[in-house]
């Protein structure tokens, strides 16, 4: 199974920037679609941002639109997420997944299920102190 390991969380003043990584390794092949969700402490994972590999179409979750920034390199198997204009309320772990694709996601181009991700990194802590 492909592995996928997030990087470059941290401690950041509210209005301050990070970028995450997310790198797979292993036996790979290019996902479907891949994306960034989240989850607050004590709170459900939420989709954050997600990315058709083939075409690099972007989709954002209302919150973090026009702050957060995903992207991705398919030459080394790695997707970003540029976040700028940072928010207490966007503290959270930070995961990213991968799909090769569901129904649904193909039927309408929606990628904010976390059932339609088949393979998970572990998270990277995202703090924002006010």
């Known amino acids: 199974q492909v592995q996928l390991v997030e990087s470059g969380g941290g401690l950041v003043q509210a209005g301050g920037s990070l970028r995450l990584s997310c790198a797979a390794s292993?036996?790979?092949?290019?996902?479907?679609?891949m994306a960034w969700f989240r989850q607050p402490p004590g709170k459900e994972r939420e989709f954050v941002a997600g990315?058709?590999?083939?075409?690099?179409?972007?989709y954002y979750e209302d919150s973090v639109k026009g702050r957060f920034t995903i992207s991705r390199d398919n030459a080394k198997n790695t997707m970003y997420l540029q976040m700028n204009s940072l928010k207490p309320e966007d503290t959270a772990v930070y995961y990213c997944?991968?799909?090769?694709?569901?129904?649904?996601?193909?039927?309408?181009?929606?990628?904010?299920?976390?059932?339609?991700?088949?393979?998970w990194g572990q998270g990277t802590q995202v703090t924002v102190s006010s």
């Open positions: 997944a991968a799909t090769q694709g569901t129904w649904y996601i193909r039927a309408y181009d929606r990628y904010n299920r976390a059932s339609d991700y088949a393979n």
């Open positions: 990315i058709r590999w083939s075409g690099g179409n972007t």
């Open positions: 292993g036996r790979t092949s290019s996902p479907y679609a």
